[in-house]
């Protein structure tokens, strides 16, 4: 915080809850995937949620706004499996279009942009094309319904460099500032 870094992810909500009160006056993003189950938990605790991958997932946050955090809409990103990687979460690429509308109509959510976990490269410049797909869709999505917000999530501590060249707007670098976890 006294270097001017407000904005703190957590890929854990449990992990969160027992650092958010040291860190008073930082801005949590919850950047791991959130299990329903700890969704009202998210709610409360999160300034915004960077990995939403399901409609599910959105309706039950958009239900809890009220309750949670007293009617302030919660912004989000909605989670893309860009490179269509059977180990990661997020919404398949191709069926985004069709379920746009209805995330955006979720009373309640502030649906920032997109974001994307790539695969890991041992050359940064091999994670191009994931991050050009996740900005291409990003433009094509944008054009079909302009209340999607215009953010990219992406890149982390070994790629960010070239994120930050195809456009993202939120990087991780979790790694390269606090190191490995243990």
Known sequence: MAAGITTLGENRVQDAEAK?????????????????????????????????????????????????????????????????????????????????????????LEVRGLMTVGRLFDRPEEARSTFKSLRALRDRLRQVDGRLGSGLSMGMSNDFEVAVEEGASIVRVGRAVFGERT
């Open 20 to 108: 958010a009160a040291e860190v008073p006056g930082a801005r949590w993003h919850m950047i791991g995937q959130l299990q329903s189950n700890k969704a009202a938990r998210a709610a409360r605790l999160f300034d915004v949620i960077e990995s939403v991958d399901s409609i599910e997932l959105a309706a039950r946050l958009g239900a809890l706004v009220h309750g949670e955090r007293d009617g302030r809409s919660l912004p989000l990103y909605l989670q893309v499996n860009i490179d269509r990687d059977p180990t990661k979460a997020g919404f398949d690429p191709d069926a985004l279009e069709s379920s746009l509308r209805g995330l955006l109509d979720v009373n309640g």
